[in-house]
Structures are given as C-alpha cells and as structure tokens.
C-alpha cells in the first residue's frame, strides 16, 4: 500500500540552527511529493512539492529532494527561525496527478527557540 | 478574501446528538475534501467529492454523510455522534488539472462529551 513515514517529533532547536526533517515513502507508480505545514490554530498549507524523481522543491529558505532511490523526500533549512514552529507533514499522491488522494505521515512539531 | 472556510470553527456536544460542519470555497476548485485529523495530530482522508459527486470514500462509518449542494460547497453531516468522533475536520480543495495541490481551511475541533 501507500504509506510516508517521518520521523518522529517533537524536534526543538534554537534559532539559527540547521533543521532536517526526514520522510520516507512506500508507494506504487510514481508518487508525487509534498510538505505541507500546520501553523498553531491553523490549516494546513502547502509548503513545498516535486513530481518526479531528483526534483528539488523549495520555498521560504525549506528544500527538500526526491529520492526514488532511497524513497525520500527529506525536508532541511540551513537556517531556522521562531517563525518556523509549526507541524511539518510530509505526504504523497500515488501517481502523478493521477490521484486526488492525499496519504499523510503522522506530522512532526518543531519548536524554535529564540 | 478567505479561500476555504469553515463553521463553525469549534463544536461541543453530547453523544448521540447529530451535528452538521459546513465548508465553502471561493476558488473555483472542482474537487473538495473531508479530512480527519486525531489527538495525535494524525491526518487521514475521509471524503471528496468532483462537481458534486463523490469520489472518495474511505472507510468511515455510515454515521458520516457529505452533501456537496454545488461545487463551492461540501458539509459534513454527522449522526449519532460518539466519543471517539471527537477530532479537528479539516475541508480542502484542489483544481481538477492539479488535483494534488489541495488548500485546507481553518479546521474545526470537535468535542463530543
């Protein structure tokens, strides 16, 4: 079937610091990849994605890489900020497009210090 | 303008009443979504719906019904409602030639008592 598996949370840093977070996935086809973000009290945002294989997705200093090889899509920052506290969600679609359906991984809570 | 919105944003109620979320989304996306999200934080599809009609339906009990009135619009109707119901809804739309892209609403915590 088609799951993501990220690590577990909480993850706390102090501001400045390099932030990974990892995400690995099961699917079948070519999934296309997602991070989305969940500020407190809010929804979730899209945040970052790539399509196929050895795209690179960024957005706001966050990239990630899409890894058929080792079915990963880990999600880093070189520099974090306050701001940046929030749940990280990685997630797939199981074929590109092709599918409305988006599989989440169980989130994870980063908090950023000052 | 809000893209996705819900109602209410919080609902408080006692087993076995039925209870009604609403969600509406000026984007002029064609397919809307219901997702639950646990105490953990853990998210999982629940529904969606293309032009009204639906597409998705995960394993969720006949408790739970979606109506979709038009395609601006998705509510979530839920009878007979038990503790374990007690969670955030999320509604989320996505446009039919990037389905993929989805954008969430605010949500809407529940709490059964």
């Known amino acids: 079937g088609n799951s993501v598996t990220q690590m577990e949370g909480p993850v706390t840093l102090s501001e400045e610091a390099f932030l990974t977070i990892n995400c690995t996935y099961t699917?079948?086809?070519?999934?296309?990849l997602f991070w989305y973000v969940q500020y407190p009290g809010e929804g979730l945002q899209l945040l970052l994605k790539?399509?196929?294989?050895?795209d690179k997705g960024s957005n706001k200093g966050f990239e990630a890489t899409y890894r058929k090889e080792t079915t990963s899509f880990h999600l880093e920052k070189g520099s974090v900020q306050v701001s940046d506290s929030a749940v990280y969600f990685c997630?797939?679609?199981?074929?590109?497009?092709?599918?409305?359906?988006?599989?989440f991984g169980k989130g994870t809570k980063l908090t950023v210090n000052p | 303008d809000t893209a996705v919105s819900q109602t209410p944003k919080y609902l408080v109620t006692q087993m076995g009443n039925d209870k009604s979320i609403k969600c509406e989304q000026n984007?002029?996306?064609?397919?809307m979504y219901w997702y639950k999200q646990d105490s953990k934080k853990f998210l999982k599809i629940m529904f969606s719906?293309?032009?009204?009609?639906?597409?998705i339906n995960e394993t969720v009990p006949n408790r739970f019904s979606p109506k979709s009135p038009d395609k601006a619009h998705l509510n979530l109707h839920i009878n007979s409602l038990e503790l374990g119901d007690s969670a955030v809804y999320f509604c989320?739309?996505?446009?039919?030639?990037?389905?993929?892209?989805?954008?969430f609403g605010p949500g809407t915590r529940l709490t059964v008592t």
């Open positions: 989320a739309s996505s446009p039919a030639s990037k389905s993929s892209e989805q954008y």
């Open positions: 699917a079948t086809g070519y999934p296309s």
């Open positions: 719906y293309n032009n009204k009609e639906l597409i």
């Open positions: 997630a797939l679609t199981p074929t590109q497009g092709g599918s409305e359906k988006l599989v």
């Open positions: 790539a399509t196929k294989a050895d």
């Open positions: 984007l002029g996306h064609d397919t």
